[in-house]
């Protein structure tokens, strides 16, 4: 009866010495994620904003605007501007069209001498009148041309500042949308509709966490068997006496040693000395940001 009380004691604690075993891990951190925040671009009363805290947005995706009607009242009024300087540029056509009758005339004249001079029914000097008037017209439609554009052009110079002063007011119209820029989970709203924000001010954090990373610290003695695109496994306390069981991949290994964060345990305490590393690991939603993850290398 001994005996068998004898083994088994023996058998208990060889049996509590293994779950120890298995429960030991290789170092331990917090899970984390890139947090965006992303503030107003405009200055205006929020005119919509749909979002929720634990919302999940995608890039590209409009979630609202801020208040744009004095943008849009100060682009007509430039608009307006524009069109009045405009207004004066002549019409270079209209304008050289009697010279271009009279270019004309004088070029049938010229040819018609020019077949009289043929059958001698004209003189050298008549043909050389003709071809002189041709010539002074020619010149003539030349230089009211070139006045018509310089003032065309000084007037184009003259709108070109408001013409960049719309493509600004462009703009600021376009930052009054407020457009989520990356796939990921709203995190914390911090504005509301109708409430005024100003450029800069921040509206909400939102973050990726479909996959998110553990950031753990490991041993000088350690790092030599760690390499990045590693698989490691990640436990994290599922129950009192359990853990839910993840595949991690390393996706970096600090290159600089660093003083043993209090908060963090590694598997040799006495180590002063360690090495960060970030592990990726594909988020089931039971993840969350600041939950601590243990790994096992």
Not at 101 to 108: C, H, I, Y
Not at 128 to 135: C, E
Request: aromatic share 4%; charged share 25%.
């Amino acid at each position: 009866m001994k005996k068998i009380q004898i083994l088994s004691t023996i058998l208990l604690i060889g049996l509590t010495a293994c779950n120890k075993s298995e429960e030991k891990y290789d170092a331990s951190g917090t899970f984390e994620a890139v947090e965006t925040i992303v503030s107003a671009e405009a200055t205006g009363t929020i005119k919509q904003l749909d979002i929720e805290e634990g919302q999940v947005l995608k890039a590209g995706q409009q979630i609202g605007y801020i208040d744009s009607v004095q943008l849009y009242l100060k682009k007509k009024q430039l608009q307006a501007q524009a069109k009045a300087v405009l207004s004066g540029k002549p019409d270079i056509a209209a304008q050289t069209a009697a010279l271009q009758e009279q270019l004309r005339q004088a070029e049938r004249e010229q040819k018609r001498i020019t077949n009289l001079l043929k059958a001698d029914a004209a003189t050298q000097k008549q043909l050389d009148d003709a071809n002189s008037q041709v010539a002074v017209v020619k010149k003539q439609i030349s230089a009211q041309q070139s006045s018509l554009g310089i003032m065309s052009a000084n007037l184009n110079e003259q709108t070109a500042p408001l013409d960049v002063q719309v493509q600004q007011i462009n703009d600021q119209l376009e930052k009054c949308r407020i457009i989520n820029g990356v796939n990921g989970t709203v995190l914390t709203k911090y504005a509301e509709v109708n409430e005024v924000t100003t450029n800069g001010k921040p509206i909400y954090k939102i973050a990726e966490l479909n996959s998110i990373i553990l950031r753990a610290y490991i041993t000088g003695d350690q790092i030599s068997h760690v390499k990045v695109n590693q698989q490691v496994k990640v436990l994290v306390d599922d129950t009192k006496d359990t853990y839910k069981t993840y595949q991690g991949t390393i996706e970096w290994v600090s290159d600089k040693a660093e003083f043993t964060p209090k908060t963090i345990q590694t598997k040799d305490e006495r180590a002063n000395l360690v090495y960060a590393v970030k592990i990726r690991v594909k988020n089931d939603g039971y993840l969350k940001i600041g939950m601590y993850g243990e790994v096992k290398l």
